[in-house]
């Protein structure tokens, strides 16, 4: 004969936890929440610009490039050149400081 263990009380399932539909759901809720506030923005900002206001402020709006924007080949050649001017003052510092010392030391 045998004898099969069927406990008295079963393993309760927290109602918050991903091993509910309960947890699922909530966080289906959040994103769902969180997706129509920005569609409902996006309406707003839609519905200004396609009024007489909005349409108004396009046409009269004018886009110009940035002056002071500078153009990112330039500024890398002059970084470069910095960083050359820094690297060839070092290494002739160095060069200098090894003269130096081996003057020092003949004497």
Request: hydrophobic share 40%.
């Amino acid at each position: 004969m045998q004898q099969t263990f069927t406990p008295s009380v079963m393993p309760a399932v927290v109602n918050q936890s991903p091993m509910n539909n309960s947890w699922f759901t909530g966080v289906n809720d959040f994103l769902t929440m969180g997706l129509d506030s920005w569609m409902k923005v996006e309406q707003i900002n839609a519905a200004k610009d396609s009024g007489k206001m909005g349409q108004q402020e396009l046409a009269n709006t004018v886009e110009t490039p940035n002056p002071s924007y500078p153009n990112p080949a330039a500024a890398l050649q002059a970084k470069m050149g910095q960083g050359l001017q820094i690297g060839v003052g070092t290494l002739s510092a160095a060069v200098v400081g090894v003269v130096v010392l081996y003057w020092l030391t003949r004497k």
